[in-house]
């Protein structure tokens, strides 16, 4: 056996605990009981078991940190972060879309009103057209009689 398994149990679930909080988790651990059983070398029932009070003082400890706002696991606070992100990229793309639709309705409305208005002024000038050649005459006007008397 090594000689960390000669030591007190309860000292290495405690140098385990330390170690776990302070946020030097190794790879594939979390921050847990299925853990701190790994790291200490004792078993997960003997923990539960035996050392009721440490498991209790170790998820207590982990509760203070994450309600402190600290996450002794870099990795869960990575996962919480980048949550956030993407809820708040959710919100960004829904008004984003919002928007869009508006825009889109005003261009709908925009090109209708456009349209409407052109085929008035086409209406009126071919009704313009149609009167001129049969029914109104054009008036000379004093700028136009000045101009045939200088010639």
Known sequence: MTPEHHTDPEVRIRAAMQQLLGGNIPEGLKCDIKSLSTLSGVPRATIYRTY???KAEFVRQRTDA????QQPDPRVAQIEHLKTEINDLHARLSRRNTHIAELQDFKTTALSRITAQHDELTNLRREHAASTSTKIRRLNTPQSNAAVETR
Do not use: N
């Open 52 to 54: 009721p009070h440490l």
């Open 66 to 69: 994450h309600d402190a706002g």
